[in-house]
């Protein structure tokens, strides 16, 4: 399987509360969140990795300039608005591979369960995507993932409402289906990757959930403790 990584944004909040180490090279346990990130790709049957930073990362692009891994790394390297941005320009990268994951660069979570979701989806052809979802809630603008018994996911909802249980963890398998509806998406307007996730539910594709007992996304000083606190957990 292949992986995508975005890594572009500028982790402003990170540096507005003095975090002066790119996002991507925040250390968790005294492992660069891109690092601790290429090793489960690789632990989990990696052929390929790719990954966006954006224009202003300098600092990362040296790091990824001097790594050594045992799989072909494709970086590019633009400055895009958002993460839906960012994942069209790593689409010519994923066309015609089968299944991929795309993940951002920040979310912390468990190993084990991330095995099993990969294993999910590359034995499970029944879905066009697994989308990573979780009961854990701490985020300031959490996307709720509707889904019914079986979990297949049947919408999207910015806020909580009666019988809401999961939010989106910010990491996607996809397979080629939901790749090709990117241009369309951008052409009807689609501007982030919470609305792309709606609009392949609405164009009718088969979207499935795989809870994850916890994602904790580092978007603030106050999340590098906490992942740390889960990790020794596990």
Known sequence: MKYALIAAGEGSRLQAEGIVTPKPLVSIQGVPLLSRLFKIFIDNDAESICIII??????????????????????IIKSTPDSFRSFCELKPLLEGTGKF???????????????????????????????AVTD????????????????????????????????????????????????????DGVSRMRGFQQYLVDSGLKLKAFPFS???D????????????FLKTL
Do not use: W
């Open 136 to 187: 854990y809630i701490d985020d300031e603008k959490p996307l709720y993932v509707k889904t019914d018994a079986e979990l297949t996911v049947t919408g999207y909802a910015n806020a909580g409402y009666s019988g809401s249980k999961y939010i989106s963890g910010g990491i996607y398998c996809m397979n080629q289906k939901a790749l090709a509806l990117l241009p369309q998406a951008m052409a």
């Open 54 to 75: 954006n224009e202003t990362m300098t600092e990362v692009r040296e790091y990824l300039e001097q790594l050594v891994l045992p799989v072909p790394l494709q970086v």
């Open 214 to 216: 916890k994602i904790i």
């Open 218 to 229: 580092i978007d603030h000083a106050s999340d590098i403790p906490k992942a740390e606190l």
């Open 101 to 131: 994951c795309l993940t951002t660069v920040d979310p912390i979570f468990s190993e084990h369960e991330f095995s099993k979701y990969i294993k999910e989806f590359a034995k499970d052809d029944s879905c066009d995507a697994l989308m």
